[in-house]
């Protein structure tokens, strides 16, 4: 009897192409950093740009091409969470923004990882699902970063760091009362 050795085309790779892209993003992030702390206008803006692309091509390319996986979906997130974080990080220490609003979106992901790995440990495995807010803090994170590096940081730009900030928080405050939630049906 002859084995079959053409693989099986049901199977989804660990390294979509999808994955792939979100991968680049990540690697571009030191990239991003640097050239922004050395003041090496307008590359700082271009890297962003390219990253907040790659941010929507990633997810577009997994759907289309149904190449959806656990690795993207661990992946994704956490692109996102190391360029905000980096980002504001840096424009915090450039004087940019103020050190509190840092403050408030690092405090923000610290919650939600820590509350991910609290339902972990009660439930065993949980699968990451972003929220409506959540989607909308990145959206809005992603802009005035966006808005910062292209030079503008008077005026609308300014109220827009504040409604970013009170997004980041409103969204905190989401996550954990889902989360409180799910635990409560969990154990009651």
């Known amino acids: 009897m002859e084995k079959n050795t053409t693989p099986d085309k049901t199977i989804t790779p660990i390294l979509t192409l999808a994955n792939k892209v979100t991968l ?35 997810g577009f390319i997994a759907r289309v091409k149904k190449q959806k996986t656990a690795l993207g979906s661990f992946l994704d997130p956490l692109g996102d ?23 408030v979106i690092l405090s923000r992901d610290i919650l939600i990882v820590l509350g991910w790995v609290v339902m972990y440990i009660l439930v065993g495995s949980i699968e990451i699902k972003p929220r409506v807010l959540g989607k909308l803090t990145t959206i809005f ?26 997004i980041t928080g409103a ?18």
Not at 142 to 156: E, F, Q, R
Request: proline fraction near 5%.
């Open 24 to 58: 680049a993003r990540i690697v571009l992030i030191p990239v991003f950093i640097i050239m922004l702390l050395q003041g090496m206008h307008p590359w700082p803006a271009i890297i962003f740009t390219f990253t907040i692309l790659t941010d929507a091509l990633d």
């Open 81 to 103: 969470k190391l360029l905000m974080f980096s980002s504001y990080l840096t424009l915090a220490f450039l004087g940019k923004i103020p050190l509190w609003m840092f403050v």
């Open 141 to 166: 994170q992603m802009t005035s970063v966006w808005l910062l590096l292209l030079g503008l940081a008077h005026g609308p730009v300014q109220a827009l760091l504040i409604i970013t900030v009170i």
């Open 171 to 188: 969204s905190g405050l989401d996550y954990i009362i889902a989360g409180t939630k799910k635990l409560n049906t969990l154990y009651t």
